[in-house]
C-alpha cells in the first residue's frame, strides 16, 4: 500500500529558533499534501493544504508567516516552524492524497512530535 | 460551516456486544465521508467509505442524509477493534479538503 513517512518523528528545539519537518510518499505521487495538527486527547485540525508547484492554502487562524509550507516536488512537502515558541509544541500529521486517488483518501504519515522548551 | 461531530468520547463493550459509533456532519452541499481508524501505535488509515457501501473487519456505515448521519456499526465486537475512531468529511473546491470529527475510542472488554 501507499505509504508517507515523516521525518523527524521527535524534535526538541530551543524557543525562537526554527524546525522543518519533511514529510514524503514513498511510493506513489501525491498530488495533494495536507498538513494537520493534534493536541493531545483532541482531533485532528486541518492546518493547510499544499499543491505541488503552487502555494499553500491555509485554514483561518494559521499563520502562514509561521508555518511555512512548500511542496517541491510530487513526493516532498515540508513544514517550517519559524521562531517556534512553546505553545508551537504539538504533534504535527502530515497526509498526501495520490494522483488519481479519491478525494477523501488519504494516506498519514506517522507524525512528527515537536516540543520547543 | 463545515463540521463534523462525534458525541462520544469513549465507548466501552464487553467482546461479542453490537457496536455503533455515531457521527453527524454539518455540509449544505453533496457530502463524501469516511471512517478513519488509528490502531495503539499506529498511523492512521482509512477504514471505509460511504461511496463503496463497503464491509470492512466487519464494520459498515450508512450515510442517511435527512439525518445528516453516518454511524459506524459493528453486529459482534471483537477484542482487537480497539482503537480511535475517527468520522470525516472531504468537501469539495479545488483540493478536496478532509476534515475530521473529535474521534471516538473504543475499548471491547474480553
Known amino acids: 500500500g501507499a505509504v508517507v513517512s515523516q521525518h523527524p518523528s521527535w524534535v526538541i528545539c530551543k524557543s525562537g529558533t526554527s524546525v522543518k519537518i519533511e514529510c514524503r510518499s514513498l511510493?506513489?505521487?501525491?498530488?495533494?499534501m495536507f498538513w494537520y495538527r493534534q493536541f493531545p486527547k483532541q482531533s485532528l485540525m486541518l492546518m493547510a493544504t499544499s499543491n505541488e508547484g503552487s502555494k499553500a492554502t491555509y485554514e483561518q487562524g494559521v499563520e502562514k508567516d509561521k508555518f511555512l509550507i512548500n511542496h517541491a516536488s510530487l513526493t516532498l512537502s515540508t513544514l517550517t516552524v519559524t521562531s517556534a515558541h512553546p505553545e508551537d509544541s504539538s504533534f504535527y500529521i502530515c497526509?498526501?492524497?495520490?494522483?488519481?486517488?479519491?478525494?477523501?483518501?488519504?494516506?498519514f504519515g506517522e507524525g512528527s512530535r515537536l516540543t520547543v522548551l | 460551516a463545515q463540521r463534523v461531530t462525534q458525541p462520544e468520547k469513549l465507548l466501552s463493550v464487553f467482546k461479542g456486544a453490537p457496536v455503533e459509533l455515531k457521527c453527524n456532519y454539518s455540509?449544505?452541499?453533496?457530502?463524501?465521508l469516511f471512517w478513519y481508524v488509528q490502531y495503539s501505535r499506529q498511523r492512521l488509515q482509512l477504514l471505509l467509505r460511504?461511496?463503496s457501501r463497503e464491509s470492512i473487519k466487519g464494520f459498515t456505515a450508512d450515510l442517511n442524509k435527512g439525518e445528516t448521519s453516518f454511524h459506524l456499526k459493528k453486529p459482534f465486537a471483537q477484542e482487537e477493534d480497539s482503537a480511535m475512531y475517527y468520522c470525516a468529511l472531504s468537501f469539495g473546491g479545488a483540493t478536496n479538503k478532509l476534515i475530521f470529527g473529535t474521534g471516538t475510542l473504543l475499548a471491547v472488554q474480553p
Open positions: 455540509y449544505s452541499g453533496s457530502p463524501e
Open positions: 511510493d506513489f505521487q501525491a498530488t495533494t
Open positions: 460511504h461511496i
Open positions: 497526509s498526501a492524497r495520490a494522483a488519481g486517488g479519491l478525494a477523501g483518501e488519504l494516506f
